[in-house]
């Protein structure tokens, strides 16, 4: 089991939830996710990283699989301008590497925010710290347990 997978597991076995990640080969976009899970895929929670122009930290955006970030919205929530988040340092504040970004088991947690679209589901997908891996979970437990702050940010 790779590091970032065993972080993703551990983060879910603190949290109490019993769900175990699942391989499900590589999944590039939600699209092709959602696919191989047999989901909507708006029931695929992407993580979409950003970097804080100001702070130069990484900030999470936790978004459902349909949705785009909208730059404005998502810059005010943030209290600074947003930039691209390199791999540096996404790899650095989160442990993941781009395509395997998890909502959870971040080496330095980031400020986070939640799409509220994907409370629509009973049920949704998350990356599982790496590009084969998700896991299923209820999004009122995803929220909780990424310290997300529920907002408004998509176009």
Known sequence: MSKSLGRVTRALDAAGIPNRPVEIGNATTARMAADLVGCAVDQ??????FRGE??????????AGGNQVDDG????????????A???LIRAQTGFAIGGVAPIGHLTPPRAFFDPRLLDFAEVWAAAGTPRHVFAIAPADLLRVSGAQQSDFTE
């Open 54 to 63: 100001c702070s130069g930290e990484a900030i999470l955006f936790i978004t």
């Open 73 to 84: 919205r998502a810059s005010t929530l943030a209290g600074e301008p947003l930039g691209k």
């Open 86 to 88: 390199d791999a540096e």
């Open 44 to 49: 695929i929670a992407k993580s979409i990283v």
